[in-house]
């Protein structure tokens, strides 16, 4: 869709859609969430982008989207027992060519459901690169972890306000066409909007980049709400003191305040982990652990599950297969390369290109784990 048509669309529909908007603008309450959680299978997953894709521009894009690999991949983690992935959108996907990227988008979670997997979708995220740009992407810079994964919206636009009709829109118009699809789970509106990249693209960033995230936040999720999802909102809270409401930074408290289940990260050991837990279980919401297992952290598949399975507290590990972000590959290859060597143990990532697990027995424990219980036949009768 071309920006001007946007912008009529946006116009055209304003007075309706604000009055949408009254009507249904507001978050679930507690036993509404419950309720929605209590429907669920236990949640189950990781973070999904194919090995062929370095960041989310080359997931999506016409040219670069990859069905072939998309499907075998999330056939792996079917697997292991896994029933959902999260998956991260970009805004300029969307901006270039809306039409073709929902219907990307659609082809995406008809091969998922064929894998009886249902998808979290991420709309904005404030991690690594803050200059993203349509069209080919830089192949990845050797040794380095997530080297080219890119920020959605970036800072361009963020630092735009005149952008920030094009950016609901964006919101809008997906939360219009998928907000009532059953195949997809729940919607991550912003991946850790505060993270500022101090160890990567921190000098880089806007000065002012919390501030302007802290703005437009609550109107992402009132547009988002908007389109009426039958599914939840979140974003997850991913670092600080959880343990009480006067520890909460303005952006958590921001986050909780939105909220329909509580999400958050965690790549530390299980005490920490379950730490975390514990805090968010006061809110007295269904929990998403959005990212955690980072081997050489102590945060593991074996050490973090148990944990999640005895608080019911859905889980989503980053990485499925290795690939082009390379993101097996530890954090501080930022600082130092991994060109002429390999990790000890690798920081993400189940599984090599060619299917064989990086692992057997974390695999077999992820099997064991994830067994879901048979049906039961004739159970009518």
Same mark, same amino acid.
């Given at each position: 869709?071309?920006?001007?048509?946007?912008?009529?669309?946006? *116009?055209?529909?304003?007075?309706?859609?604000?009055?949408? $908007?009254?009507?249904?603008?507001?978050? #679930?309450?507690?036993?509404?969430?419950?309720? !929605?959680?209590? $429907?669920?299978?236990?949640?189950?997953?990781?973070?999904?982008?194919?090995?062929?894709? /370095?960041?989310?521009?080359?997931? #999506?894009?016409?040219?670069?989207?990859?069905?072939?690999?998309?499907? &075998?991949?999330?056939?792996?983690?079917?697997? *292991?027992?896994?029933?959902?992935?999260?998956?991260?959108?970009?805004? *300029?996907? !969307?901006?270039?060519?809306?039409?073709?990227?929902?219907? &990307?988008?659609?082809?995406?979670l008809k091969i998922a459901d064929q894998h009886h997997i249902k998808t979290l979708f991420v709309l904005f995220d404030s991690c690594w690169d803050p200059f993203p740009e349509i069209g080919p992407q830089r192949p990845p810079q050797p040794g380095i972890h997530n080297s080219r994964w890119v920020q959605s919206p970036g800072a361009q636009a963020l630092m735009n306000p005149k952008e920030y009709d094009n950016l609901l829109a964006y919101v809008q118009d997906i939360i219009d066409d998928f907000g009532n699809d059953k195949r997809v789970l729940a919607w991550d509106l912003w991946n850790e909007p505060d993270n500022l990249n101090d160890d990567s693209y921190g000098t880089t960033e806007p000065a002012n980049k919390a501030a302007l995230v802290e703005a437009l936040l609550p109107k992402v999720f009132?547009?988002?709400?908007?389109?009426?999802?039958?599914?939840?909102?979140?974003?997850?809270? #991913? $670092?600080?003191? #959880?343990?009480?409401?006067?520890?909460?930074?303005?952006?958590?408290k921001i986050q909780l305040d939105n909220s329909d289940v509580v999400?958050?990260?965690?790549?530390?050991?299980?005490?920490?982990?379950?730490?975390?837990?514990?805090?968010?279980?006061?809110?007295? &919401?269904?929990?998403?652990?959005?990212?955690?297992?980072? &081997?050489? +952290?102590? /945060?593991?598949?074996?050490?973090?599950?148990?944990?999640?399975?005895?608080? +019911?507290?859905?889980?989503?590990?980053?990485?499925?297969?290795?690939?082009?972000?390379?993101t097996y590959l530890p954090w501080d290859s930022w600082k130092s390369p991994y060109i002429d060597r390999q990790p000890a143990v690798w920081?993400?990532?189940?599984? $090599?290109?060619?299917?064989?697990?990086? /692992?057997?027995?974390e695999v077999a424990f992820l099997k064991s784990i994830l067994e879901r219980p048979k049906a039961v036949k004739n159970a009518h009768k």
């Open positions: 869709m071309k920006p001007w048509r946007i912008g009529l669309c946006l *116009l055209a529909g304003l007075s309706l859609f604000g009055q949408q $908007r009254n009507r249904q603008q507001r978050h #679930w309450t507690e036993a509404e969430a419950e309720q !929605w959680y209590a $429907r669920e299978a236990w949640p189950v997953g990781a973070n999904f982008i194919p090995s062929t894709a /370095s960041n989310e521009l080359e997931m #999506w894009q016409a040219d670069t989207f990859d069905p072939t690999t998309i499907d &075998r991949e999330l056939g792996l983690a079917e697997g *292991l027992g896994m029933n959902t992935m999260r998956v991260f959108l970009h805004y *300029l996907a !969307w901006h270039k060519d809306a039409g073709g990227f929902k219907r &990307r988008i659609n082809t995406y009132t547009f988002a709400r908007g389109g009426l999802p039958q599914q939840p909102l979140t974003t997850g809270l #991913w $670092r600080g003191d #959880w343990s009480s409401p006067d520890k909460l930074t303005e952006m958590e999400s958050f990260h965690s790549y530390a050991k299980p005490d920490e982990f379950e730490q975390r837990v514990v805090w968010l279980e006061a809110l007295h &919401r269904p929990i998403l652990c959005t990212e955690y297992m980072a &081997r050489p +952290n102590g /945060s593991t598949f074996q050490s973090i599950l148990p944990i999640a399975k005895k608080h +019911n507290i859905g889980a989503y590990n980053w990485g499925l297969v290795a690939g082009k972000t390379q920081f993400h990532e189940i599984f $090599r290109q060619d299917g064989t697990p990086y /692992s057997p027995e």
